[in-house]
């Protein structure tokens, strides 16, 4: 099936959206996610585990903490200092 121009589509039943007041921002972004091999004291991954499934996401969402943090401290450095 051939695509469709912008201007064949009918939107008649698609009320334009004008107020965006309440939208999110990255709502449904997702960055690419890359394998990688790392090793991990046993008392770590233990722990990581003991929170359920998804140790692995949890593991992600540790290191940008660490990493949003790290950024945020050196830029706070470079304003002040």
């Known amino acids: 099936m051939p695509q469709k121009k912008n201007e064949d589509m009918d939107l008649t039943d698609m009320p334009e959206v004008l107020d965006w007041s309440k939208a999110e ?11 990688a091999t790392i090793r991990l004291d046993t008392d770590i991954i233990d722990w990581l585990k003991s929170y359920g499934r998804r140790y692995q996401t949890k593991t992600n969402m540790l290191l ?5 943090s790290s950024v945020q401290a050196k830029a706070n450095k470079r304003q002040s200092g």
């Open 25 to 35: 921002i990255g709502k449904f972004y997702r960055p690419a996610k890359k394998p």
């Open 64 to 68: 940008r903490h660490a990493m949003r």
